[in-house]
């Protein structure tokens, strides 16, 4: 027997020495080409398992397999060994992948798996291959997915993910996996005291903290994004072995993120310290020390104060390090401390930006501006964003601010796509720069990854005045056929950078409207000087219509007559009233090239027949309140600018024409609110509602009720009531055929018949209209004789009734909603005997949704004896 019995334990044991040796790993990979991929496979495994893999199986999620041969292999401390394996496959085209490694088993005694010991120990990693995207490699993970912890301690973990590619990484938790790729179905979070989790930004796993000594395994999601899009995701499986200790572990002191410009070299020291006084090792991985080009590095010095230890990172930074996202460096400091070993990490985010571009310049003409700047020192820029704004805003960026932010009123009217493409010419898409106005640009280089640099500095510039420059355009008299406009325009200077010699002539045109869409030559002013720069404008509808104007001005010297410059369009302001219940809202349209910095409001008094002041704004309406409905007002409105510019008249004062107005009541009242309820024996509905004038209005005077049988049925009204102090309606359904089921609504009429938003639908179908008695005497005394529903009953289209006796066999069947059964059996034609019986009755009934069906279940007793001819239900 003994024999036998060692032979059991033999063969257990070489099952589990070859099948039970997985602890963590990953799958990452880098891409080839369009469609080759070359994936790497790293698993941890125990070193005292027989089990050792020389391959494993791929799935590549395109419905094939291949193996992968292990190429490196490293025995670390504790008994584990990481194993890396690599293999090449071209997948069929674009789209989304799942690539799965299968490993028989998991090790044993996996706290938080069940089993563990028959677990099937996978991984997997989402690629994703879309050529609008770009080539993608996944990140890189520079921490060991293996970790121990200290019982009742906060445990903290970080993967040190770098992405090559410089795309945003989050990270989540995940369920561990079991054959197939799929979540093992009895996983749980390892036990904790306050939390378990990953922080989405930094990655770090914290455990907070763990109760039970054992090994735990745990799974991390780490996605990659792009413009927004996910890219991928890696599901990486780690292992953390739990002890009890006295010790405790390391602090690292606070570090700050850093903004740098490329070229800078960053250098900061990392101190910890140890509560235990043990030695303390400290390292540091992330992206930096990736860097193909100027990686960082990170020192210990020789000599530390007493009790702290030191490390020096230091980075000399290049514009090959200019990308969107901030690198990411983990340093972990780690106690010498017999039997465990504890850490301590913090991250630092450390973001490189390209420096500004520099020399940014402005050459203005009379109708564009020509911007340059200089070629960003990084030449691995792709283009360049150019920004303008009307007026100075002085901004200087922050360390960390890139480009130019939408706070300071910049707008980006231009980019560059290339990086040797260094100038542009401003002419306002085709329309032309406005004389008189202040124009400031900044600039700013962009990567391939959208990173942008350092704005440049501000460069502000105004037009050379090559031409008229339009600063009045004013109604001096409203009426419908004699109205006037008193045109005015300041001669242009600076003629003799245009290389015009004269004479001149001015053209003067015009069009009704705004926009001058439909301008016409009015008249012409020859000129022997450009002195004359007054026009009065006479026979215009100016109640009525806007009027916009151009001057044009022409070297009329024979032989080379030309237009000079780009002229303005100026039209006049055009003051538009709107009626509300005693408020008047006065709107000034108006399209002029000065900038209007105030606005007075005038309004004609009765008693003196002269317009006075009312009231001002910097905005381009005014609300005039407090008058009385059905009162006539009138106003026009006074227009003060400036073009900002010298030798220019200021202010600019120009008139709308004048306007007048009834208030008159068209607000609407707030809609009352609803209630709705059943009365089913009446066959009623009951409404009731709040009166607004008791709350938000004062002069409603009438209620419209709304109604409609179904959920999505249009509302109609199906009553007014001509009091606000009726507040009550009741809805009566003894003549319909249909339903009591339906959805109501109330609005709100006041005494210029306005009516209130429609209140939300309330919908009701509380009532049960079918009921069948549990009693039935068929004795012929001439009382409940006839099998029928309980009355009244209402609103059913049609029923399917069987009734059943004890044995289950049919004794009657109707689709009648009104039964009239005697008590014959259907098949004997002989009256049952009194007994139990059973129906079930499918009842289908009008209500919102509609034809709605139900099912009745329910008993009959059947008696002979005249004594218990009782109705019961």
């Known amino acids: 027997m003994k024999r036998y019995l060692s032979l059991l334990v033999f063969v257990l044991y070489s099952v589990f020495a070859f099948a039970t040796h997985n602890r963590a790993g990953e799958i990452t990979y880098r891409q080839i080409s369009d469609n080759t991929f070359e994936i790497t496979i790293i698993t941890y495994t125990y070193t005292l398992s027989l089990a050792d893999r020389n391959e494993l199986q791929v799935s590549w999620g395109d419905n094939t397999t291949s193996v992968a041969p292990r190429v490196e292999y490293i025995y670390l401390p504790d008994n584990y060994k990481r194993n890396k394996y690599v293999k090449q496959h071209t997948f069929p085209g674009p789209g989304t992948y799942e690539i799965i490694v299968e490993d028989p088993n998991r090790n044993l005694g996996v706290g938080n798996i069940p089993n563990s010991v028959n677990v099937v120990f996978a991984i997997k990693t989402v690629l994703q291959i879309n050529p609008m995207l770009g080539f993608n490699n996944t990140p890189v993970l520079l921490n060991y997915p293996i970790d121990k912890a200290a019982l009742h301690q906060v445990f903290i973990h970080n993967p040190a993910a770098y992405d090559p590619d410089g795309d945003s990484l989050s990270y989540k938790l995940a369920v561990c996996l079991e054959e197939g790729g799929v979540e093992i179905p009895d996983y749980t979070l390892p036990p904790y005291d306050n939390a378990f989790y990953v922080d989405s930004i930094t990655g770090d796993l914290v455990w907070d903290s763990p109760t039970m000594v054992g090994i735990y395994n745990v799974a991390m999601l780490i996605e990659e994004w792009r413009e927004g899009i996910k890219i991928g995701t890696i599901i990486r499986d780690m292992q953390i072995e739990v002890k009890e200790s006295d010790n405790l572990p390391p602090v690292i002191a606070a570090i700050e993120d850093v903004c740098v410009e490329a070229g800078t070299k960053v250098e900061f020291f990392v101190s910890a310290t140890d509560p235990n006084n043990d030695n303390v090792n400290l390292e540091a991985t992330g992206g930096p020390f990736m860097a193909e080009s100027s990686p960082a590095t990170f020192t210990i010095p020789a000599f530390s104060p007493l009790g702290v230890f030191t490390g020096k990172f230091t980075w000399q930074t290049n514009c090959s390090h200019v990308r969107e996202q901030p690198y990411q460096v983990t340093f972990r400091a780690a106690d010498d401390y017999f039997g465990l070993n504890l850490v301590d990490i913090k991250n630092v985010k450390i973001k490189v930006i390209a420096p500004a571009p520099e020399n940014l ?57 290339s990086y040797t493409d260094t100038s542009y010419i401003d002419n306002d898409g085709g329309i032309g720069l406005r004389q008189g106005i202040e124009y400031c640009y900044m600039v700013n280089a962009i990567f391939a990854d959208d990173a942008k640099s350092y704005a440049s500095e501000e460069a502000c510039g105004r037009l050379v005045r090559g031409i008229p420059i339009i600063t009045n355009v004013s109604v001096e008299n409203t ?395």
Not at 835 to 844: A, F, I, K, L, R
Request: glycine share 6%; charged share 20%; hydrophobic share 30%.
């Open 361 to 417: 310049s402005l050459e203005p003409n009379n109708k564009t501006i020509f911007v340059t700047w200089n070629k960003s020192v990084c030449d691995n820029a792709v283009g360049y964003e150019l920004y303008r704004r009307i007026s100075s805003y002085g901004f200087v960026h922050g360390d960390c601010e890139t480009g130019v932010p939408a706070y300071t009123g910049y707008h980006k009217i231009y980019q560059a796509d």
């Open 479 to 873: 009426d419908v056929q004699n109205g006037d406009i008193y045109l005015a325009w300041s001669k242009p200077l600076e003629l003799d950078t245009l290389n015009v010699n004269g004479p001149f002539k001015y053209l003067i045109y015009r069009s009704t409207g705004l926009w001058g869409e439909n301008l016409e030559l009015i008249d012409s002013l020859y000129l022997n000087g450009l002195d004359d720069t007054i026009y009065y404008d006479h026979n215009l509808n100016t109640l009525d219509n806007p009027y916009s104007y151009k001057v044009e001005l022409y070297n009329d010297e024979p032989g080379n007559r030309f237009l000079i410059g780009a002229p303005q369009i100026a039209s006049s302001t055009f003051l538009r009233i709107d009626a509300e219940d005693n408020r008047l809202n006065l709107h000034f349209d108006k399209n002029d090239p000065w900038i209007d910095s105030l606005f007075v409001v005038y309004r004609l008094n009765e008693t003196t027949s002269l317009y006075d002041s009312i009231g001002y704004t910097d905005s381009l309406a005014y609300f005039d309140e407090g008058l009385v409905n059905g009162k006539n007002y009138c106003y026009k409105v006074k227009g003060v600018g400036t073009y900002q510019i010298d030798n220019i008249i200021h202010p600019l004062i120009n008139y709308s024409q004048i306007n007048c107005h009834e208030p008159i009541d068209t607000v609407a009242a707030c809609q009352p609110d609803l209630i709705v309820s059943s009365d089913c024996n009446a066959f009623e509905n009951f409404l009731s509602w709040s009166n607004p004038n008791e709350y938000c209005a004062d002069d409603v005077i009438a209620y419209n009720i709304y109604y409609t049988d179904s959920y999505e049925g249009d509302l109609s009204i199906i009553a007014t009531i001509d009091s606000a102090y009726i507040t009550t309606y009741t809805h009566n359904f003894l003549d319909s055929t249909l339903t009591m089921a339906g959805c109501y609504a109330i609005s709100a009429i006041d005494s210029f018949q306005n009516e209130s938003e429609i209140s939300k639908r309330i919908c009701i179908d509380d009532c049960s209209y079918y009921e069948l008695p549990n009693v039935f005497t068929p004795n012929n005394d001439g009382k409940n004789d006839i099998y029928h529903p309980i009355e009244p009953y209402r609103f059913v289209e049609k029923i399917d009734i069987k009734i059943y006796n004890r044995w289950g066999n049919l004794v009657f069947k109707t689709e009648d909603p009104d039964i009239n059964w005697d008590g014959t059996n259907m098949t004997t034609k002989k009256k049952v005997t009194d007994g139990v019986y059973y129906y079930t009755c499918d009842v289908y009934t009008h209500r919102l949704s509609g034809l709605e069906h139900s099912t009745l279940l329910g008993f009959i007793h059947i008696f002979s004896d005249k004594e218990n001819s009782i109705i019961e239900k």
